[in-house]
């Protein structure tokens, strides 16, 4: 490849992380960085048929395990870092803390780049994100006082502003699922819950189609706004099955339901999206693993709810059948194309097994309920490299 304007649409939805290097050769950015140079060609061999991918992902790794003891470092090693850590799954975690101590904080927009990297990965690992609050973050939108911002810089702090929300949600409530949410806890969800909200309305109407990656600037405030509250609201599945949950007072029961409802409700919104939307399908096939994780967190939760929240969350299990069929086709038009590794064809088997295991596509579930035995699979396919659905029982995967 002679130039970069087939890996610049690839790169583009992450905030421009190339930085000035989009309209550069990338023979000039070898001389400046093979690291970054390898990161770039690794992470565009991962979204095509290419055979060059074990090669190059060997060859990223090697030139990138000597920066854990290197003092010297460039900016491009940083932004390398950080491609690899979107994109290349099983390093993420490593890649991620090697970003953030290379960086030193030193530059406020790769910082913020780190920081939501960092943070992509924090909910599924389980972990607490391991960049964390500073004042580049708590004043994030004076960077766009900058004379140079740009509309990339405003999606970039736009996505800082919900993942320090996020961050909030996991120092409020942790990350053990077998710990139900206090009674206390509840009203703390509605205040999270109107945060998410106000930062909806404040960006959804701020963005203009893109010459690179059309209407997701716009279109992507939605889908993560979901995220962030299927993620959020999830939480009251959490110990679902303990003495503590099953005894409540009416009043917190009843709140307890509407937020499940509404985790449901993001969690349809999600997979909504993707099947109805043309332009959306044509975004994950570039997008960070983050976003192949939520939309196999959002089919797992709807399959867990029935078996929690049977009585009170009321599913039309044949029209989520339906859905989850529909899924299953999208999903792989849009893998048709990608490497056999990339995350997301993992996901895509992983819904197929499990639609033919339980049965949907014949139709031999005339009683509604999905075989859940089935979803087991989920953690052979694709949740094996994640802290919050793997290594669990299956009840206690939400």
């Not at 999270?192 to 701020?206: H, M, N, P, T």
Request: with cysteine; proline share 5%.
């Amino acid at each position: 490849m002679d130039d970069l304007s087939t890996t610049d649409v690839l790169f583009h939805p992450v905030y421009q992380i190339l930085g000035d290097h989009s309209p550069a050769t990338l023979g000039h950015i070898r001389e400046v960085s093979p690291l970054l140079t390898t990161a770039i060609c690794a992470v565009g061999a991962l979204h095509l048929p290419s055979p060059d991918l074990e090669i190059l992902y060997k060859e990223f790794v090697a030139l990138s395990a000597p920066l854990s003891f290197s003092r010297r470092h460039t900016v491009d090693d940083v932004r390398a870092l950080c491609i690899g850590a979107f994109w290349l799954s099983d390093l993420s975690r490593s890649l991620v803390g090697l970003a953030g101590y290379r960086s030193h904080y030193s530059r406020t927009r790769l910082y913020m780049l780190v920081y939501a990297c960092g943070h992509h990965f924090s909910v599924p690992y389980g972990r607490p994100p391991m960049t964390r609050e500073s004042e580049a973050v708590r004043d994030a939108r004076k960077f766009l006082d900058c004379t140079h911002a740009t509309e990339d810089d405003a999606r970039l702090v736009n996505q800082v502003l919900r993942w320090s929300i996020c961050t909030n949600f996991y120092d409020t409530f942790g990350a053990d699922v077998d710990r139900p949410l206090s009674d206390a806890d509840i009203p703390q969800v509605r205040r999270f819950s109107i945060v998410l909200d106000s930062l909806r309305a404040e960006w959804g109407d701020k963005f203009n189609r893109n010459a690179y990656v059309g209407n997701y600037p716009r279109k992507g405030v939605g889908i993560q706004y979901h995220f962030a509250k299927l993620y959020l609201c999830s939480h009251a599945l959490h110990g679902a099955g303990s003495s503590h949950a099953k005894y409540r007072a009416p009043d917190v029961a009843l709140e307890l339901e509407e937020i499940a409802n509404t985790a449901v409700l993001s969690a349809l919104s999600i997979l909504r999206a993707v099947i109805s939307d043309t332009e959306i399908q044509s975004y994950p096939n570039g997008l960070p693993t983050y976003f192949d994780i939520m939309i196999a967190f959002a089919v797992v939760f709807l399959l867990k709810v029935p078996t929690h929240f049977s009585t009170s969350v009321q599913l039309d299990n044949q029209k989520i059948q339906r859905l989850m069929l529909s899924l299953a086709m999208v999903l792989k038009g849009v893998t048709a194309t990608m490497h056999p590794h990339h995350f997301l064809v993992s996901i895509t088997e992983g819904i197929d097994d499990l639609l033919q295991r339980s049965r949907m596509v014949t139709g031999a579930a005339q009683a509604g309920d999905f075989d859940l035995e089935t979803e087991g699979m989920f953690d052979q396919y694709i949740m094996s490299e994640f802290d919050f659905l793997s290594g669990q029982d299956p009840e206690s995967l939400i």
